[in-house]
């Protein structure tokens, strides 16, 4: 190769090489200035333990400079709780903790959450603590079972608050005692590192601390960082939705509606499907929600009252008595310390349907015997139907779509064919045993 094409050479290189930034070849590599935002919100349950995984699962894959957990829950399971303070603890990425909005609590699993993370923070107005163990029926855990877990629980919390070195005194307080306090509180004692109204304020002041995450030193470079939201999937979309008491409430209230409409209307099918789906998304939804048996227990002795209201002639007073057990059940459903409890508006608008529904079966029902008893004899005279109900002699018999009263000279039981004679006073009818389908 000549010299001029060799001095030629190596101008073209130097002229590229100027090209190339400072520190291209070097140790230390700039990180993409973003954060990813995971909302935990409701109670704490599997499938919100698998969303907080999968954000930092992001996080790591993405380099982000911090993933913030915003904390707005009133509790939940404690294994769930535990899955999410174990990946908290062994993230490669550093997790702030952030109670918001205003308003906000992080109440029992949502204390361990919070203590937990690299960097907590708190809005105004916002509070953290009631941490006591509760049993899967919202009560506390007596006897030597619940010394057993608060011991647990207060050792637990414990030593996630000597590894964020934070206030570990109150920490085993919020456990023993269900202290509970405000941000101004939690800032002054160590509890909190800082207090922000807003997202732009935390990334502001959080910007240039330095944590430990993933066996590394880091230093956040969060001001200005571009916000990625981490969102649900439709898997733990949907079994965060069931974990909702009130959506588990309005479960059980539909399925036992649609249940009762099969009653009333046999082989109308849809109402009775609907029903089914409802209470096993319902038996789902109390599977990841600590609950009362007596609630439930109400629950499903309300909608006996309702089912026997068809049965037995009570002038309403059964599907009364239904309803208030209804309503009951669903105030001791779940223990508002751990998950909030069932809304007042939807017991309110559960309560609204039941009389809203019964009140257009009563309905249909008078104006379909109106116009029976109207019609004259020759509408229902000789008819066959079947004996719902039958105690001496009289009960109730199935004829033709409708329940009516009966009475007959000759012994009658439940599940014989019976034929109509005619018709009495009032809304009832004279039957005897049918010749057909009886053996």
Known sequence: MSGKAQ????CAFLACAAFIPAGAGGETESRPEQVIVAPLKGTVNPFSADFI????????REKAEAVIVIIDTPGGLLNSTKEIVQDILNSPVPVVAYISPSGAT?????????LAAHIAAMAPGTSVGAAHPVTMQGKAEEGKTGEKITNFASSYIDSIARQRKRNRKWAVKAVTESSSV???YAVKNNISDLTAPDMDTLLNKIDGMEVKAGGKTMKLATAGAKILTHKMTARQKM????????????????GSIGILMEIYNPGSIFPGVVGAISLMLAFAALQVLPFNYAGLGLIMVGTGLMIAEVFMTSYGLLALAGLVSLIAGGTLLFDPAQTGGVNEKTLATVGTAFVLIFGAVAISVARSQKTSVAGGEGQVAGMEGKVVDWNGGGGIVFIGGEYWKAESNT????????IVEKKTKGLKVKVKRSDSGNS
Do not use: Q, V
Not at 7 to 10: E, F, K, N, S, V
Not at 53 to 60: F, P, S, Y
Not at 239 to 254: Q, V
Not at 411 to 418: A, F, Q, V
């Open 7 to 10: 001095t030629a050479l190596i």
């Open 53 to 60: 995984k999968t954000a930092i699962e992001r996080g790591g």
């Open 106 to 114: 992080a109440t029992s699993a949502g204390t361990f959450i919070f």
């Open 182 to 184: 405000t941000w101004e």
């Open 239 to 254: 079994g965060n939705i069931l974990g909702s008491p009130d959506i588990a409430y309005l479960l059980l209230s539909l």
């Open 411 to 418: 012994p009658l039981s439940k599940g014989e064919r019976i």
